[in-house]
């Protein structure tokens, strides 16, 4: 089990990760480019957020 510190870390990743990904879609977006990569990549990374979310929810408090 991950520490109550790498979860965090981990979170803060998979949050920069998230906005680069929707920068790069908001772009995409105005030079009508294909953005269904990008859309999978931000439903994955909302997945694993969540995870990551839960994980720390279960940890014990002290």
Do not use: C, F, H, W
Not at 3 to 21: G, H, M, P, W
Not at 42 to 60: H, K, S
Request: charged content about 40%; glycine content about 4%; proline content about 2%.
């Amino acid at each position: 089990m991950k520490t109550r510190q790498e979860l965090e870390a981990k979170l803060d990743e998979l949050k920069s990760d998230y906005v680069r990904i929707q920068s790069d879609l908001d772009k995409l977006e105005y030079v009508k480019g294909r953005v269904s990569s990008a859309e999978g990549q931000l439903i994955r990374l909302e997945g694993e957020i969540a995870e990551v979310n839960r994980q720390l929810d279960e940890l014990p408090t002290n």
